[in-house]
């Protein structure tokens, strides 16, 4: 089961489904309908998981068996480090970073890069 249905929880899912493993998806916000056409199935959040391997949903379904779980629900970013003339700002719910040329380079300065 993968948690988390953002890019790389999906190409996660994906990818492990090209190598025949069965694979879940557990996103918020889960409505039985998938993002995807159908190809990752998709499950409402995970709320417990079981001493039997068992975990348990939101919706109070109940999957047995999960052989593995990949947490991929992001990143909680913190750069204090970093003054304000670098012209990046972590936004308000830390999850991303304005400033950056494709989630990595600085736009201002463009030697430096924050990997991850």
């Given at each position: ?23 879940l ?29 068992s ?60 990997i991850?």
């Open positions: 089961m993968v948690i988390g249905a953002g890019p790389s929880g999906t190409d996660i899912a994906l990818e492990l489904m090209s190598c025949g493993v069965d694979v998806l557990s996103r918020a916000n889960a409505d039985g309908s998938s993002r995807y056409g159908g190809i990752v199935p998709e499950v409402a959040p995970v709320v417990r998981c079981l001493s039997d391997s975990i348990v949903l939101e919706n109070g379904d109940v999957i047995s068996n999960v052989d593995e779980l990949l947490l991929c629900t992001g990143y909680s970013y913190n750069l204090p480090f970093l003054t304000q003339e670098c012209g990046l700002r972590v936004t308000e719910d830390t999850r991303a970073i304005n400033g950056l040329f494709m989630h990595c380079l600085s736009a201002a300065h463009p030697t430096l890069a924050v991850g």
